[in-house]
């Protein structure tokens, strides 16, 4: 069963306005953690923001916010006030506490920013 | 403060060929992860290095073998390269253990390796 689940491979949203990223994710370890990543067609896996299993606060990083929704298994990113540069495709990871070095990515979603 | 560094950045081989890709790890990091990345996917663990060791591996054929130098930095090897094989191979590094509750960006990756065997 796939770990990670990103049904949108592609997404437009309007300069300044508000996107959600949409996530699933699968795992039967109480412990884990979930990622956010940007990656610019450099290829750098860059880190956004973490949201741990336990934690009960969603997470935020700027204009970054992590909808963590533990019941449904979902981890969405929500980009406020959005950037032309923001436009670049954006994955979501999970690694779980007893394989913590190993990263379960999903498929990506292509996120372009339209002036 | 250098991240974490891989080369070549760019390179092309022909099916059947070997092919060695380096990576060396952000200061302070003991061990290193390498994952495949074919067009339009995600990124695919291959196999992680603590203490020169092979830890872990994905699923993947034998004909990706890696090794860790003392200093900590890494090789992967691909031999009898495949059409398939292309892809961007990145490496990531961070310290051993890394708590699930502690930093969660201590895992640093590297700007990979883009790989295209023709």
């Known amino acids: 069963a796939q770990k990670i689940t990103q049904t949108q491979p592609g997404m437009f949203v309007q300069e300044k306005e508000a996107v959600t990223l949409d996530c699933t994710y699968d795992?039967?370890?109480?412990?884990?953690?979930l990622f956010w990543y940007k990656q610019p067609s450099s290829g750098e896996m860059i880190f956004l923001i973490y949201q741990g299993s336990y934690d009960q606060q969603n997470a935020t990083e700027g204009r970054y916010s992590l909808n963590f929704q533990k019941a449904r298994k979902s981890a969405n990113l929500v980009i406020s006030a959005s950037q032309l540069g923001d436009s670049a495709m954006y994955f979501c990871?999970?690694?779980?506490?007893?394989?913590?070095?190993?990263?379960?990515f999903g498929s990506g979603t292509k996120l372009n920013v339209k002036p | 403060d250098a991240g974490v560094t891989q080369s070549p950045t760019h390179l092309i081989k022909t099916r059947g060929q070997q092919v060695t890709l380096r990576c060396s790890p952000k200061?302070?990091?003991?061990?290193v992860s390498w994952y495949q990345q074919a067009l339009g996917q995600g990124p695919q663990f291959i196999f992680q290095y603590y203490e020169e060791e092979e830890r872990q591996r994905g699923n993947f054929p034998d004909r990706f073998s890696g090794h860790q130098f003392p200093n900590y930095s890494s090789e992967l090897n691909v031999n009898a390269l495949l059409l398939g094989d292309s892809a961007l191979y990145l490496c990531a590094s961070s310290p051993f253990p890394n708590s699930l509750g502690g930093s969660a960006n201590t895992i640093y990756f590297g700007e990979g390796s883009w790989l295209t065997v023709v």
């Open positions: 200061s302070g990091h003991d061990t």
């Open positions: 990871a999970m690694r779980e506490a007893y394989n913590f070095n190993k990263f379960y």
């Open positions: 795992t039967s370890d109480p412990s884990y953690g």
